[in-house]
């Protein structure tokens, strides 16, 4: 079972006024503990030297971090994990490098694209999007919104597949409470908080709307 730290997931990103290793440290001031890093068609020894700097700074946070798409830089730094996109390595075989210590998120953006992955292997969870148009990934799929979830979350529990879901892309505070309420179990962030005039307090902020939220569900499972 994953830590509960994945249902506040932050995915690096960088802008004119931070950079990647900037972003992470941000997220984790604002209270994010689970750090993912992204940096697609990066220099190879650039983004090494980034994890190794993320990955201490999510150490002394006490957070958990994953490495996107590159399994074997997750296991030679030893990261707690990897994030597979839906046209990286396949799950059984990035489980057979990492063995059952990592964890493996899978990125989805239909329920079909979930019976891909299962049918290779058992993913920790499964990264779901995007939820809206969002700048900070190339190559974007169909957007989902809330409608959408709503139906995968359908087919998930009819099919009795119960691996958390965390949604994604160009997802604000203002979505958070409606999207969950459709039975996700987390929630991604990047550039609503890279973006923001104040990253760490809108961090913050998003923590404490997920934090309510779950609390009231306990509540309301009691009364």
């Known amino acids: ?106 990125t989805i953006n239909s329920f079909d694209d979930a019976l891909t992955h299962l049918r290779s292997g058992t993913p920790d969870y499964f990264g779901c999007g995007p939820f809206r148009f969002t700048s900070t990934k190339q190559n974007i799929a169909a957007t989902l919104g809330i409608n959408g979830y709503r139906n995968i979350m359908r087919q998930m529990r009819s099919s009795g597949i119960n691996i958390p879901i965390v949604a994604i892309g160009g997802i604000c505070n203002d979505d958070i409470t409606d999207i969950l309420d459709c039975g996700i179990n987390g929630i991604a962030i990047s550039g609503s908080v890279l973006n923001a005039d104040n990253p760490t307090a809108e961090m913050a902020n998003i923590s404490t709307t997920i934090s309510q939220f779950q609390n009231k569900k306990i509540i309301n499972t009691y009364d």
Not at 33 to 45: F, P, T
Not at 52 to 78: G, H, P, R, S, W
Request: glycine letters at 6%.
């Open 1 to 106: 079972m994953i830590s509960p730290n994945y249902r506040l997931q932050f995915i690096t990103h960088h802008n004119s006024r931070y950079s990647y290793i900037d972003s992470a440290r941000l997220a984790l001031e604002g209270g994010c503990r689970w750090i993912q890093l992204r940096m697609k068609n990066a220099d190879k020894s650039l983004m090494e030297d980034t994890a190794v700097i993320i990955q201490q700074m999510c150490k002394n946070y006490e957070a958990t971090f994953i490495i996107n798409d590159n399994v074997l830089l997750a296991q030679k730094i030893e990261a707690d994990g990897v994030h597979l996109g839906k046209d990286d390595m396949p799950i059984a075989q990035a489980r057979k490098i990492l063995g059952d210590r990592y964890i493996i998120g899978a």
